[in-house]
């Protein structure tokens, strides 16, 4: 299970209300548990880590409420009788000002929720809550107080995005990561970054949910793939990054404050020119079912920046589908690989470059058609003519266009498939009678010595 900022939460929290977290007095369970209260433990607020630093709160979005937790327990580990958990809050301007909610139903060793008042929660103000298990009328200690401070300002500036190698509106020479330098625009509540080549960006995740309903707060900012602090508050941070495609792209960004709150997106789009390898076949125009060596070249500015260290190469059109595989490369970037050219309408192929330094290049593209339908000829029953008669018999030669043909497989009138197996010259001849006058099809393909079906030839002819 995992949580995040948005109506996701808001349902989690009228769930919460809905199982009997109500605020009140302190009440006691249904009945007590057979141990000793001990005070709860993994005590969580908004799926963050607690802090007992009154000097460093945790900064949380409220939203009108916040979901503070904890696992109540008493000494007898063996006794899942039902418990409660009394939660206290103030603020800490005003220590006099305490407010009691309690989830009077909890289980013993999984965390216990319930939601502060809301209407004590305001923006900008620090606050200290405690909990403390409860069973019949016996209590445990408190808990050390926990601190938050309510930011339920978002960002009021999207972030200000530049790039000193790539700027936008010309075309840029790839190769290079891309520098960008992300700014708070002027916020200094501003605290860090999240960045995404996708958009929309993706929703702030803050944890996951662990065994026994146990938050795990992530580290936003250890995923540097995604995230990044910035220097100061309101300051700004740079990155170098390498576009996941070739051509440019669009890095979408958004500011983070301490609570982790987003402003509006910026998004900062620039162009690439082409940085495409070459492909060189051993044989320009090579036949039907010859094996070919291409020899792959990257570009060379891309090449001088950082080596090309693979080839992505993708087939299309081939017996067994389409297909990619990788192709690693020499010191000097180029590589060589041997294909065997037998798609039944011909064969293509695209190749990208991965530099050392990850960049991707744009597709170079080669290919070859091919028309691998047999010939068809009839003495008696010519192409789009007519002849004989019902009952007068026929002859049908089958001639290949392309080498290595074993048999020929046909029907007429969408019949019955017959197959025949094809001479030394790669020929083959069949006798048929019409038993019937008009219009008549012929469907024939031929079948090469690997096993490859053909294109098929329809042949039409009318009978006198």
Known sequence: MTTSFGPRQRAVLALLGALGLSLAAAVSPASAAGGTPT????????????????????????????????IPGTTDAADNSPIGVRFQVWPVADPSHVETVTHDRAVPGFESRSL????????????????????????????????????????????????????????????????????????????????????????????????HGIPQPRDLYADSAHFVRADAPGGSATLDLVPPYSGG???????????????????YRFLVGNTAPTIAPADPSPEFGDTTTFTLRPDAVLQSKSPVVSYSVRTFGGPDGDRTFDVAAAADGT??????????????????SRSANGWLSDAASW????????????????????????????????????????????????????????????????????????????????????GIPLAAYYYSFTVD
């Not at 700014?183 to 995740?205: K, L, R």
């Open 39 to 70: 005070a709860p433990t993994q005590l969580f607020n908004g799926n963050r880590n607690c802090s007992t630093d009154a000097d460093r709160p945790t900064y949380l979005w409220a939203g009108g409420n916040v979901v503070v937790e904890g």
């Open 367 to 450: 290919g070859i058609d091919y028309d691998t339908t047999p010939t068809v000829a009839s003495d008696v029953y010519p192409e789009n003519g007519s002849g004989g008669g019902a009952g007068v018999p026929g002859s049908f030669t089958f001639t290949p266009r392309v080498q290595g043909i074993v048999s020929y497989t046909y029907s007429f009138d969408a019949g019955p498939e017959v197959t025949v197996a094809a001479g030394a010259d790669g020929a083959a001849h069949i006798d048929w009678t019409p038993d019937s006058d008009g219009a008549h099809d012929l469907q024939v393909y031929a079948t090469t010595r690997t």
């Open 116 to 211: 502060l008042p809301g209407d004590m929660l305001a923006d900008g103000q620090t606050y200290a809550w405690r909990a403390q298990t409860v069973a019949g009328a016996a209590a445990s200690d408190w808990s050390a107080p926990c601190y938050v401070t309510i930011d339920d300002t978002r960002p009021a500036s999207a972030p200000h995005v530049t790039s000193p190698n790539y700027p936008p509106n010309r075309l840029n020479q790839g190769g290079d990561p891309v520098r960008f330098t992300l700014s708070a625009n002027g916020d200094d509540d501003v605290t860090g970054f999240q960045y995404s080549w996708t958009q929309p960006v993706p929703v702030v995740v803050l944890a996951d949910i662990g065994d």
């Open 335 to 352: 590589a060589t690989t041997e294909l065997t050219i037998d798609g039944i309408t011909g064969e293509r192929l695209e190749v990208t």
């Open 249 to 267: 792209g669009t890095l979408s960004v958004r500011s983070l404050d301490r609570a982790f709150s987003p402003s509006e997106t910026t998004s």
